[in-house]
């Protein structure tokens, strides 16, 4: 017979323990870097899948190696329009963007 493990903790429940609820400027600055995160991480495996090096990739969409580097590793933040060339120019595919409240 299985035991229930009560020491378990979701990841809402330790975001919250850990750094604030939703609004403080802790938990805020948490969300915010897991969203630039995430998008490096994004572009990173698009750009895998279309079996793309960073070089081939940014000759395509009129930037650097370097600079598509940055944005992969989450050390330069991406701005709107460079995001949709990446997207279309460079990955050939659309780019959709909500906002969630």
């Known amino acids: 017979m299985k035991t229930k493990n ?3 903790t979701t990841l809402a429940k330790f975001k919250d323990e850990q750094y604030g609820k939703r609004g403080s400027a802790k938990r805020e600055e ?7 995160f995430k998008l490096g991480a994004m572009i990173h495996d ?7 090096t960073q070089e081939q990739l940014a ?3 009129g930037t650097t190696k370097s600079y598509i580097s940055r ?3 989450n ?3 991406v701005r709107i329009s460079t995001l949709q060339k990446i ?5 050939g ?3 959709h963007l909500s906002i969630k409240l």
């Open 30 to 36: 948490l969300e915010t870097g897991y969203e630039q």
């Open 75 to 77: 050390v330069k933040e």
């Open 6 to 8: 009560n020491n378990i």
């Open 59 to 61: 000759e395509k969409c």
């Open 71 to 73: 944005i992969e590793n």
């Open 93 to 95: 595919g659309q780019l």
């Open 87 to 91: 997207v279309e120019l460079g990955f």
């Open 46 to 52: 698009a750009r895998l899948e279309k079996g793309m």
